[in-house]
């Protein structure tokens, strides 16, 4: 059985550089094909971005990656303690319709998500920590 992997790091987006070269490593690590971890770590990138932009805002705290592989698949699991947001229960779709021009800047993190991986799971523990987990499966191994 293989050991999780897990970082933390300030909730700063000068950090997010550090959790994408440790999802590479991980996947690396784990023997992910690089496809699947391109899109792991693009999904992490969106998630780690909204946590430190929308969750902590002004206000600074921690956020705990751990990097794991179970079966064909590798897990990430996000954690921290900012304002609870469930990104699972978000069911809006940016409008591809309009011109670019005329579209808000931003809203396109949990499409992005969603797109990349294929089971995102969310939940507040009881002691108020968020527990984000996304999950990328892939077939064989590099």
């Known amino acids: 059985m293989e ?10 987006l000068g950090n997010l550089g550090q959790i994408r070269g440790f999802i590479e490593k991980s996947a690396q690590h784990f023997g992910v094909p690089q496809d699947a971890c391109n899109q ?5 990138d969106e998630a780690c971005a909204n946590i430190v932009i929308h969750g902590y805002g002004e206000g600074k705290g921690d956020l705990e990656v751990s ?5 064909d698949a ?7 303690r900012a304002r609870p947001f469930n990104p699972t229960q978000h ?20 499409f992005i998500i969603r ?10 523990s009881d002691a108020g920590e968020n527990i984000l987990v996304l999950t ?3 077939i064989g191994q590099s």
Not at 3 to 12: R, T
Not at 97 to 102: A, F, G, I, K, V
Not at 115 to 124: A, I, K, L, P, W
């Open 3 to 12: 050991a999780i992997l897990s970082i933390k790091v300030e909730s700063d």
């Open 40 to 44: 792991i770590r693009l999904a992490v």
């Open 67 to 71: 990097a794991d592989r179970q079966d």
């Open 74 to 80: 590798m897990v990430v699991t996000l954690r921290d």
């Open 91 to 110: 069911v809006g779709h940016p409008d591809f319709t309009s011109p670019l021009t005329e579209r808000p800047v931003g809203g396109m993190g949990l």
């Open 115 to 124: 797109e990349s991986v294929d089971v995102m799971d969310y939940h507040c």
């Open 136 to 138: 990328k499966r892939f």
